[in-house]
Every structure is written in structure tokens, then in C-alpha cells.
């Protein structure tokens, strides 16, 4: 079984070193003073933010100790290949960090070890960060090592002097043939550890660190049996991760539950009527069958207002109900709440439109919804609500006048179910976002209203008829079509990025 390992995974190189920052510099405001630094290409920009937080004013890093994992041997620490150098380039003497400690390379190497042992031996590290390489090693600590071994004398194997011999003007020759290196066991006894990677060179090392067996002969394997150990990833180095997402759909009538696999394939989906019953009693009855040990993302796409993770909805008898906290405390897994109608914009605009900087999504069922799409992110504004165009009825029976919607205010509900007046009001509707937004498309869903699917080429035409247009640039209105659109665009919204 996978040991849970704490996972973030992100978009990019910058993205990884963003929220890797985030997470140390978390860790110093709680107290972490100690703290362990690789080298390596891995955590420069995590290096950057901390620069970038020092010239901004943070001077805390002055003040903390610093620990490396390594050094080469037989580099002087004034040598520029060595790892003496590179953290005074990258970092110290950016931050004017005076408490460093880093295993001295030239000298002789009993005596090294030794000193570096004692130094390690009188503290414990609060927050370790470590990169990985390509065969798994941390620190360089090479495949086979023992798990129990301290501060040491190694061999670095072919394959690590190969990745590393970029830093030496591709010569392999240059390259360093041994280091010393921090123990497994020293690296173990930190409270935190923090491990970063990006890249495809580096997803079969994380799926052996997360999956493989706790074995020596894959050294960063011990790390399933740390308790407090946080993976920064990119998405190329979790391409090999089985990861799960777990989506939700709530609307006025139904919940959808679902679990999509890393490629986005739906491997478990069930819907079940809401009922009489109080959907979030409803949720917690059967969420649990859907996460499992490889879920790292939950989320929901709710009808009704959505804020922060909190839901208000009349429908549904919630009134800032705090969801994503719900899910969080739950599960501890990263989650999204999203409104079920930008949900659904987002899964048409990427499975239809993707090729359109900006779509606008307008769903026609028993309610009204809107969405916005701009450069395929969600556009929610400030209060969560931008591109909503109502929140109640078509079907005729809106009782109380202060929670119409832009759409219900035009619309003449007392005369539902007349499609001459739901397409005109459709159409006034969507050529005033048409004006204020300029979409590319426009995208109607009629899918749950039984009514005739020529009122989208009608309303195409009216829009068109009616918009001020210099350019002869026409708008095109198409027909909403992809099956469970919310629960579908909540999955791939969260799989966008690492962070919501
Ligand atoms: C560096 C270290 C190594 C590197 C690993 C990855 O102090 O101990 O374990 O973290 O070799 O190197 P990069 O980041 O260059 O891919």
C-alpha cells in the first residue's frame, strides 16, 4: 500500500519552486531555524523566492542555520563547480546568511565526516530539503547504501556523474568521482522534509520513492517511513503517478459522484437523487466509496453561489457552507469548490473550444447559469459570481423578486414555457455579455430543457442582428454537448494546475 504522502503537484519548473517556497517559508514563520538545503539544478528557484523575499525586507534568513546535504571531493570550497560555491551564488551571500555548514571537500576525509557527524549530531534539522536524482539517490546517497548510514564517504555511480556532468562543461572526466554525503539515517531524523523535482528524467525516481519498495536499492524509498515528508512536483515528474481525482456535482435535484484516473478516464460514477434530503448528509454517506489511497485531488461543482469554498444556495439549504472545509478536514487532500455552471463552461470550452481565448457558457435548465472562460481559466471575479446571469427559475415559478438573477429580471416568468419569450430574453441576455465580455463563442445548454434546439440558431441570429459591429466579425453560438459537463470540467479544472 502507498504510504500518503503529502503531494503537490504544479505546471511548471516555476510553479514547483513557488509552491516548494511556500511551504518552507510556512515552516520558518512557525519556528523552523534549522533547516537542511540541497544543491542541484532542482532547488534554485525556491532559492530565487527566498532571495526575492530577502531584497523585499524579510530579513529572517539571516538568522537561521543552515545545513547542506553534500559536497564533492577534492573541490576547494572556492572552486565553482563546488557545492561550497554554488550555495554562496545562489543563496547565502544574497540573504547574508552567516550559520552555514556544509562538509569541507578538500581536506582530509576522515576528518571531515567527523566534524560534519558532530555538527549534525548536536541538533535536529526542523526542515530538510532535498532534491532526487535520476537513480533515486538523496543526498548522494547511490543506490545499496545502507538505510542506517551517517555522514559518509561515497562513490557517485556512473549515472549520477553522467546527469551532473552538465555542471562541468559536459566533460564527465571533470566530474568529481566520490563525495561525502549526510546520512540516510541523518536525513531521517529531520522533523519536515521537503523534496522537490521537475522534469520527465526524474518520474520513475518519484513513483519508486511514492510506490516501489522500501528498499536500499531505492534510497529514496525510506521516505515512506518518515511521518512528515511534503512532495513538490512538477506535472513531468508526476507523468508516472497513477494519481486520482474524485469529483463531485451538486445540483438543485441530483448528486454525481465520479473518480477519474490520471488521464482523465471515468473509472466509478454513480447519481443519486437528492430527494428530500440534505445534500451534504447525502455526500458524506458515499463520498468515502470513491477516495481512495491514489486520490489526491476532491472537489464539488455546486448550484448556487460559491465563495472561497463556501456554498450558498437556497435550493439547497446551505448558507455559507464551508465545503472545501468540509472535504479538507475529511480527507486532507487538495480540494475545489467550483459553481456548477462555470464548471460546465470550462469542460465544453476545453473539450470544444479549446482553440478560442474566451468562451462564454449559458445553461438554460431549471435554472439559469453563466460562466466565463478566458485563456482556459475560470474567470470567478471578485465575489465569486462574474458571468452569472441568474440563480432561479425558467420553469415558472419564482417567488420571491430580490433573488432574480440579470436573467429572471428580463425574462417574463409568469409566461415559462412560452420559447418565443425564453429565446428573446436569452438572446437580450447574451448580446449584453456579448458587449460587455466580447467572447469568442458563446456556448447555450439546452440540454435539460425539452425544447426545440433551433432556439440556439435563432438566438445566434438575433445576437448577431443586434450587435454593434464594425468589424464584421459575427459571434457564434453553439450547442452545449458534453455528457455530465460539471462534474467533467470540475476534474479537468483541478487537474489544470497543482494548485487551486
Ligand atoms: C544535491 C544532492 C542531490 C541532488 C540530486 C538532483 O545536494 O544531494 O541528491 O538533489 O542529484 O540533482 P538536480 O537537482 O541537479 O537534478
Known amino acids: 500500500m502507498r504510504k500518503r504522502f503529502n503531494l503537490i503537484v504544479t505546471n511548471s519548473y516555476d510553479e514547483m519552486s513557488n ?5 518552507l517559508k510556512n515552516e520558518i514563520l512557525s519556528g523552523a531555524n534549522k533547516i537542511g538545503l540541497a544543491t542541484g539544478s532542482t532547488p534554485i528557484g525556491l532559492y530565487r523566492n527566498i532571495v526575492d523575499d530577502y531584497i523585499n525586507g524579510n530579513n529572517v534568513y539571516s538568522s537561521l542555520s543552515y545545513y547542506n546535504l553534500d559536497e564533492y571531493h577534492g573541490l576547494e570550497a572556492s572552486h565553482p563547480q563546488s557545492y561550497s560555491y554554488f550555495m554562496k551564488q545562489h543563496l547565502f551571500n544574497h540573504i547574508n546568511a552567516t550559520k552555514t555548514h556544509i562538509p569541507d571537500g578538500a581536506c582530509d576525509i576522515e576528518k571531515s565526516i567527523r566534524e560534519y557527524q558532530d555538527i549534525l549530531d548536536s541538533i535536529q ?5 532535498l532534491g532526487i536524482g535520476v537513480n533515486g539517490h538523496i543526498g548522494f546517497n547511490e543506490p545499496s547504501t545502507p538505510f542506517d548510514i551517517k555522514t559518509n564517504y561515497v562513490k557517485l555511480k556512473n549515472n549520477t556523474r553522467e546527469a551532473n556532468k552538465r555542471f562541468f562543461d559536459n566533460d564527465i572526466d571533470a566530474v568529481p568521482k566520490n563525495a561525502i554525503t549526510m546520512g540516510i539515517s541523518d536525513i531521517m531524523k529531520a522533523k519536515k522534509i521537503i523534496i522537490l523535482a521537475n522534469g520527465e528524467s526524474k518520474a520513475t525516481a518519484i513513483y519508486n520513492m511514492i510506490y516501489g519498495e522500501i528498499d536500499p536499492l531505492n534510497p529514496a524509498s525510506v521516505l515512506q517511513n518518515h511521518p512528515n515528508v511534503t512532495v513538490v512536483i512538477d506535472r513531468n515528474a508526476a507523468s508516472k503517478l497513477p494519481l486520482k481525482t474524485v469529483a463531485i456535482d451538486i445540483s438543485s435535484t441530483r448528486v454525481k459522484f465520479a473518480r477519474y484516473d490520471h488521464n482523465m478516464k471515468r473509472e466509478m460514477f454513480e447519481i443519486h437523487d437528492i430527494a428530500n434530503r440534505n445534500p451534504i448528509e447525502l455526500l458524506d454517506e458515499n463520498i468515502c466509496d470513491y477516495v481512495d489511497e491514489d486520490t489526491y485531488r476532491i472537489g464539488a461543482s455546486v448550484s448556487g453561489h460559491v465563495f472561497k469554498g463556501c456554498v450558498s444556495s437556497k435550493k439547497l439549504g446551505l448558507y455559507k457552507y464551508d465545503l472545501s472545509g468540509y472535504l479538507k478536514n475529511k480527507f486532507n487532500l487538495e480540494t475545489k469548490i467550483l459553481n456548477r455552471a462555470n464548471a460546465a463552461g470550462y469542460a465544453e470550452h476545453i473539450t470544444n473550444h479549446k482553440d478560442n481565448v474566451s468562451s462564454y457558457y449559458f445553461s438554460l435548465a431549471t435554472g439559469v447559469g453563466g460562466g466565463f472562460v478566458f485563456r482556459d481559466e475560470i474567470i470567478e ?4 459570481v462574474a458571468g452569472e446571469l441568474g440563480n432561479l427559475i425558467v420553469d415558472g415559478v419564482c417567488k420571491n423578486e430580490s433573488e432574480l438573477g440579470a436573467f429572471e429580471r428580463t425574462y417574463d416568468y409568469n409566461v415559462a414555457n412560452d420559447e418565443e419569450s ?16 466580447d467572447p469568442n463563442v458563446v456556448i447555450i445548454d439546452i440540454k435539460h430543457l425539452n425544447i426545440n434546439p433551433n432556439i440556439v440558431c435563432d438566438i445566434e441570429k438575433i445576437v448577431n442582428d443586434n450587435l454593434y459591429n464594425s468589424v464584421d466579425e459575427k459571434i457564434t453560438v453553439h450547442e452545449a454537448n458534453v455528457e455530465h459537463n460539471s462534474l467533467l470540467g470540475l476534474a ?9
Open 125 to 129: 534539522i526542523d526542515v530538510q530539503v
Open 422 to 437: 425564453l429565446k428573446l430574453t436569452s438572446a437580450a441576455v447574451i448580446s449584453n455579455i456579448v458587449h460587455i465580455l
Open 19 to 23: 509552491a516548494a517556497y511556500k511551504e
Open 381 to 384: 471575479g471578485r465575489r465569486g
Open 492 to 500: 479537468l479544472y483541478m487537474n489544470r494546475s497543482g494548485k487551486n
